[in-house]
């Protein structure tokens, strides 16, 4: 099965840079998504096709895929930024796989 | 706007079924996949399956098979998921997510409902 492996947390001070990191074998060649999701809400999407932002996500959050290492960047993080992030991709012989998940906390 | 509607909480004994509806509006139903994924407490996301609402035709993940179901009715633009031979281990949020186009598995789920929590408890 492919395996999508994300810390399990990362703190940031506010108006620092968080980096969230969602490692699979040859992740490079995957188109990757990113999800936004705070308690009791549904996910939403802040990061498609590896770099790409939504309409009305911030340019504050920035994607970057290569290698066995797709990234998520927060820069100038606020405490409205305090989620859990989650790296999605398609894979051929495992349909639709979801990261373990990343807990942002803003100290 | 595009938004997608799911129906109310449900409590269900364990070996008993589950019909889940989501109904988007904002956008041509028939034109896009449409998808579910749960969240049991404190879990992370963990994909079902989808549905091509043009086609009726649908795909599910290996875990699943052979105890969901997802249907659709066009005619209200509205989309099903049933899961039966319910565990206490199913308890979780179920929602339905938009996909992309028939075109492309790539795309991401760009729309989601608010969720339905589904209790299975003897």
């Known amino acids: 099965s492919y395996v999508l492996t994300q810390p399990p947390s990362v703190s940031v001070a506010p108006g620092k840079t968080a980096t969230i990191t969602c490692g699979g074998n040859?992740?490079?060649?995957?188109?990757v998504h990113w999800y936004q999701q705070k308690p009791g809400q549904a996910p939403v999407l802040v990061i498609y096709?590896?770099?790409d932002r939504p309409s009305g996500i911030p340019d504050r959050f920035s994607g970057s895929n290569s290698g066995n290492t797709a990234t998520l960047t927060i820069s100038r993080v606020e405490a409205g930024d305090e989620a859990d992030y989650y790296c999605?991709?398609?894979?051929?012989?495992?349909?639709?796989?979801f990261g373990t998940g990343t807990k942002v906390t803003v100290l | 706007q595009v938004q997608l509607v799911q129906s109310g909480a449900e409590v269900k004994k364990p070996g008993a079924s589950v019909k889940v509806s989501c109904k988007p509006s904002?956008?041509?139903?028939?034109?896009?996949?449409l998808h579910w994924v749960r969240q049991a407490p404190g879990q992370g996301l963990e994909w079902m399956g989808r549905?091509?609402?043009?086609?009726?035709?649908?795909n599910y993940a290996q875990t699943f098979q052979g105890r969901v179901t997802m249907t659709r009715d066009t005619s209200i633009n509205t989309a099903y998921m049933e899961l039966s031979s319910l565990r206490s281990d199913d308890t979780a949020v179920y929602y339905c997510?938009?996909?992309?186009?028939?075109?492309?598995?790539?795309?991401?789920?760009?729309?989601w409902g608010q969720g339905t929590m589904v209790t299975v408890s003897s």
């Open positions: 904002g956008y041509t139903f028939t034109v896009y996949f």
């Open positions: 997510a938009k996909g992309g186009t028939f075109s492309s598995n790539w795309d991401a789920f760009d729309f």
């Open positions: 549905i091509n609402p043009n086609t009726g035709g649908a």
């Open positions: 999605q991709v398609w894979d051929v012989s495992n349909d639709y796989v």
């Open positions: 096709y590896d770099t």
């Open positions: 040859n992740i490079g060649i995957k188109a």
